[in-house]
């Protein structure tokens, strides 16, 4: 085990922090680097992240290329139609474009080492999120107690560690960031711990990241913020008036019997008069790009308030429902929400991963691109919602597990530990980009169970891929080792020989190739653990024919 000491009181934030979150504190990361899988980047060029990118007619384009490979490296787009540019040192493609339509360009990644091509769909149109968010939120690790400085120090990060380079984009504040009403919309603005919000906007997307925020349809919030709705008709909550909060704004009664659990009832309401509109408003000039609206249950009213005002702002902001969706609402959610949260809050043990990931398959009809079941935030790396943090308490394969789950489901992919302090292994986890690919492809297909041992020890996921090909994971929930098979029967593949590849370790493993189905690929998976394959090719679409030969 190795020892880092760590100092989380930020010059910028320390009279703000409670007083534990000023002392230095001792975080024990286990050294995990062999049990590493997912080869290096290599030195030549490759493109990443998604393949196809929805944007509304107006709205303002920011798309990062995401590419792996030596630098410098040098970008090109053939086929950018008008309104749109690209600047070739950094990848970066801005502007709008006003007529609908899907735009097909040739994306062209360059270094000393070779060149690189890949096709990039821009629709325009109606729809965003046309594949799974990825990024990070602040909750998993700093919970209320989130600074400026901390989220600056993610998004620096985010690109230091070159994660940036595999499709991560988006930097999300969670809860805790709210002072009170004011500016030009009587908005919610930000409390002293975040100082100057458009500073924050404009540092995170000039490193060609995106920004998140968090608000809720009730008087507070779940951390006792003011939220998107009033008891009082000027926006200023009862419990602001009568000083009931500290110096941050947040709900806290000054007397020995104040019990903030016991109070909740005081602010988990809806109130008379909603402010989202404004509050939208105010993101929207921020330069906010993503919303997290968080409230249980997640009624029909609350979320098409949102969604409508979200789509009256020339600003593309996806919305993100949180928390335990009812099931009862899906087609509803698939028409007023990019994403919604199909649990409650995840914790970082294998009761908690694998309790939430092997109950999904009822939303498997409603997924699709633009409307995306969420399966909650990644418990890998330093998490602990703070501000004391502690390594994830998951095992090596039961992390290999609850990733490879979540980029089955198509769930967005939202990173929830520190990022300044992303250990090799963690790091390992979230840069392999053929297991990334299975989350982002653009059919956007949630995966089905196509076997199950009777006892429910082991279950295999299959997901269908753009370009015909099988997305297999072979679990063992069990606690011994397991040797799992598939066939391609089983599969419903025929005529011809398949390879078996290895997603994690990026390398061909086996064939498939009994015509008769017979033919089988075993592997032995660890306790909790998961073999992620890719079989391919699929079935081919050419014309068989057969001839007879008739006895004279």
């Not at 691109?369 to 909650?376: K, Q, S, T, Y």
Request: with cysteine; proline share 5%.
């Amino acid at each position: 085990m190795k020892k880092i000491l760590v100092l989380l009181a930020l010059a910028l934030a320390v009279n703000s922090l409670p007083v534990a979150a000023q002392q230095p504190a001792e975080v024990e990361i286990p050294d995990l680097s062999a049990y590493i899988l997912t080869p290096k980047p290599a030195a030549t060029p490759r493109i990443n992240g998604a393949k196809v990118f929805g944007l509304r007619p107006g709205s303002p384009c920011i798309y990062t290329i995401a590419a792996t490979g030596d630098r410098p490296m040098t970008f090109s787009a053939e086929g950018l139609p008008k309104g749109l540019k690209l600047d070739e040192k950094t990848g970066r493609i801005s502007g709008t474009l006003k007529k609908e339509g899907t735009y097909h360009i040739m994306l062209k990644a360059t270094n000393d080492k070779g060149t690189y091509e890949r096709e990039l769909r821009i629709v325009v149109g109606d729809k965003l999120a046309l594949t799974p968010p990825m990024g990070w939120n602040s909750w998993n690790c700093w919970a209320r107690d989130v600074t400026q400085e901390q989220v600056l120090s993610s998004a620096r990060a985010m690109v230091s560690s070159g994660l940036i380079n595999h499709g991560w984009s988006y930097i999300n504040i969670d809860d805790g960031w709210q002072g009170q009403r004011g500016g030009k919309y009587n908005a919610i603005q930000p409390n002293t711990k975040f100082p100057d919000m458009e500073a924050l906007s404009k540092e995170i997307h000039d490193m060609g990241l995106k920004l998140g925020i968090y608000t809720v349809p009730w008087v507070g919030t779940y951390a006792a913020h003011i939220g998107s709705y009033s008891d009082n008709a000027d926006g200023v909550n009862q419990w602001i008036k009568d000083g009931l909060h500290n110096e941050h704004y947040r709900y806290q009664k000054n007397t020995p019997d104040a019990n903030y659990w016991q109070d909740r009832k005081e602010y988990y309401i809806h109130g008379e008069y909603s402010f989202i509109e404004a509050d939208v408003k105010q993101f929207a000039d921020w330069g906010v790009d993503y919303l997290k609206y968080d409230w249980n249950p997640n009624t029909r009213y609350h979320t098409k308030e949102a969604f409508e005002a979200l789509r009256s702002v020339k600003r593309d902001i996806v919305l993100s429902l949180s928390n335990s969706a009812p099931l009862a609402d899906a087609p509803f959610f698939m028409d007023n929400a990019e994403c919604w949260r199909t649990t409650g809050d995840i914790r970082d043990t294998w009761k908690s991963i694998s309790s939430i990931g092997f109950s999904q398959d009822k939303w498997i009809p409603f997924c699709r691109p633009g409307a995306w079941p969420d399966v909650d935030m990644l418990v890998v790396g330093l998490v602990g919602w703070g501000p004391k943090l502690h390594y994830t308490k998951l095992t090596a394969d039961e992390q290999y597990t609850h990733m490879s789950l979540w980029a089955l489901f198509a769930s967005p992919l939202l990173i929830g530990c520190d990022m300044a302090r992303l250990d090799d292994f963690t790091l390992s986890l979230l840069s392999n980009d053929e297991v990334i690919e299975v989350n982002q492809d653009p059919l956007g297909l949630h995966a089905v169970p196509v076997w199950r041992k009777s006892d429910n020890s082991q279950v295999i996921y299959v997901k269908h891929l753009e370009d015909g090909s099988l997305a297999v994971g072979l679990f063992n929930k069990g606690d011994k080792p397991a040797k799992i098979s598939i066939n391609p029967r089983m599969l419903g593949l025929y005529d011809g020989t398949r390879t078996v590849r290895d997603l994690w370790r990026q390398k061909d493993v086996g064939h498939l190739t009994d015509d008769t189905g017979k033919g089988r690929f075993t592997t032995e998976v660890a306790p909790h653990g998961v073999a992620l394959l890719k079989v391919y090719p699929g079935n081919s679409d050419k014309r068989y024919t057969n001839k007879v030969t008739y006895a004279k």
